[in-house]
């Protein structure tokens, strides 16, 4: 009689052994036939009879044949699977531009203005100096030209040192101050060797166009301003203006006494296109 193994049947913890009936169990949780080493690797023990026919008798003998399955014992694949994990950092810039808008407002104004007018230069007329209460008139003098208008005075030298002054008239004739045109005033000083300065000083709107200054012994011979000790010349319309150089006051003898007249032209400026005719000359 020969014995097969039918079948091998693994499962659950261990192994299931499926056996003829009556040589052993199935299951490997039967600690007397099978035993279960290394966790799930089961072992079992089988008997194995050996037949021997012996006097037309069936003997039988068993011997022990010990199987086992493969050891289980081998070491368990492991499988690692590595995930990879990549950080996208994504970097967002944010530009702002700004723009600056400048509006320039240019505001053109137009003046339209007319060119000034002309101012044109005109003769005013004849000015002589005056000193109140010091004063004698020309047509007092039997020389030439002089039956006019007009003044001369008399200081002495010490008069003439401390200074004297008076008023610049135009137009008195007659010698009448009421009728004539104040221009401005004049002064007259002497340094202490006698040289003696005499100034003009014109009010405003009114300039010298010349001056004659005349000092000399009475009795006066000429009363034309063009033959007077000094002639100036033609002046450029100035508001101010003095002799340069002093005129020395006059030794006199047999008992004459020095004199001074102060002349001038006068001018003045107007916009109007001609000028009136010149006052009392």
Request: with cysteine.
């Amino acid at each position: 009689m020969k014995i097969t193994l039918a079948a091998v049947v693994l499962a659950s913890c261990g192994l299931v052994l499926a056996v003829p009936p009556g040589q052993g169990h199935g299951v490997c949780s039967n600690p007397r036939r099978y035993e279960c080493s290394g966790g799930y690797h089961p072992s079992y023990t089988r008997s194995r009879p050996s037949i021997t026919y012996s006097s037309g008798v069936h003997s039988f003998r068993s011997s022990v044949a010990t199987s086992r399955l493969p050891s289980s014992t081998s070491t368990p694949t492991s499988t690692t699977t590595k995930r990879s994990t990549t950080t996208s950092t994504t970097t967002t810039t944010t530009t702002t531009t700004t723009t600056t808008t400048t509006t320039t407002t240019t505001t053109t104004t137009t003046t339209t203005s007319s060119a000034p007018p002309a101012v044109i230069t005109c003769e005013l007329g004849t000015a002589f100096g005056y000193q109140e209460s010091d004063s004698n008139t020309l047509n007092t003098q039997s020389g030439n030209g002089c039956n006019r208008w007009g003044w001369y005075e008399t200081p002495t030298l010490a008069e003439l040192q401390s200074g004297i002054n008076g008023i610049l008239y135009v137009g008195a004739g007659g010698n009448d101050i009421a009728n004539a045109i104040n221009v401005g005033e004049w002064t007259a000083i002497a340094s202490p060797s006698g040289g003696v300065t005499v100034t003009y000083s014109l009010a405003p709107g009114y300039f010298i166009d010349e001056a004659h200054i005349d000092l000399d012994c009475l009795p006066i011979d000429t009363c034309a301003p063009g033959q007077y000790t000094f002639n100036s010349g033609a002046l450029q319309n100035l508001p101010i203006y003095l002799n340069p150089t002093p005129l020395q006051y006059p030794t006199c003898s047999g008992g004459s006494q020095p004199y001074l007249i102060v002349h001038g032209s006068i001018n003045y400026l107007t916009t109007a296109t001609t000028c009136a005719p010149p006052v009392a000359t």
